[in-house]
């Protein structure tokens, strides 16, 4: 999945219905609540624990599986890989900038940024921090800090706009040098999107699993 997509992004499509799961994170290995969340067509916001007896209805049926997804990380580091995204994203536009093949710019802005000021944080105060301090709840600012919308970018002498081949192949190169760059910081699945599908059902008893 594009990472620039909410990683909540059943969320974002509507209702849905959630299974909490204990589960071990698979970064800091320790045992957390995990959410499943899944459709059925017919949801508000149900929640069920695993395992946990349920009425079918109109939308969940006990001869059907259901397509859900669940987080392979457990919140405080997602937070933590979200951060260093974040500042694998200005490492990667700083090394751009000093091979020349990137001009970057805040919108609004007559000045183009340096490698150092953009490793620096020079950048839009908005995305040198990805998260508010007071609010656990909030959502990493990085899936919304798509780089054209809070910048103005030339790549080897083309402005970029997206979709256009400038703007294709910034994304590619930006894309794979922050991978590389979190790789190296000791996440092994890089930019992937951290999330893992899985399948949701009622089996005979009508108790609720996951597989
Ligand atoms: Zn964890």
Redesign the pocket.
């Known amino acids: 999945m594009n990472p620039r997509a909410s990683w909540r992004f059943l969320n974002a499509m509507g209702m849905f219905r959630s299974v909490l799961v204990e589960r071990t994170?698979e970064?800091?290995g320790?045992s957390k609540t995990f959410e499943i969340q899944f459709k059925t067509g017919f949801d508000s916001c149900e929640t069920y624990k695993l395992g946990e007896l349920v009425a079918p209805d109109e939308g969940l049926h006990a001869d059907q599986t259901y397509k859900g997804c669940i987080d392979r990380?457990?919140d405080?580091?997602i937070r933590e890989w979200a951060v260093d995204r974040q500042s694998a994203m200005r490492e990667s536009m700083a090394q751009l900038v000093e091979a020349n093949w990137l001009q970057v710019r805040n919108k609004g802005s007559e000045h183009w940024l340096s490698a150092g000021e953009l490793r620096t944080g020079k950048m839009d105060a908005s995305s040198a921090q990805p998260w508010e301090e007071d609010s656990e709840e909030k959502e990493p600012s990085i899936f919304v800090m798509a780089s054209d919308v809070h910048f103005d970018l030339v790549w080897k002498g083309v402005e970029v706009r997206f979709p256009n081949d400038a703007g294709r192949e910034f994304d590619r190169e930006l894309e794979e040098r922050i991978d590389r760059v979190l790789r190296d910081q000791g996440w092994p699945s890089g930019r992937d999107f951290v999330q893992r599908d899985l399948l949701v059902y009622l089996d005979e008893d009508y108790r609720i699993r996951v597989a």
């Open positions: 994170c970064h800091c320790e990380f457990c405080s580091c």
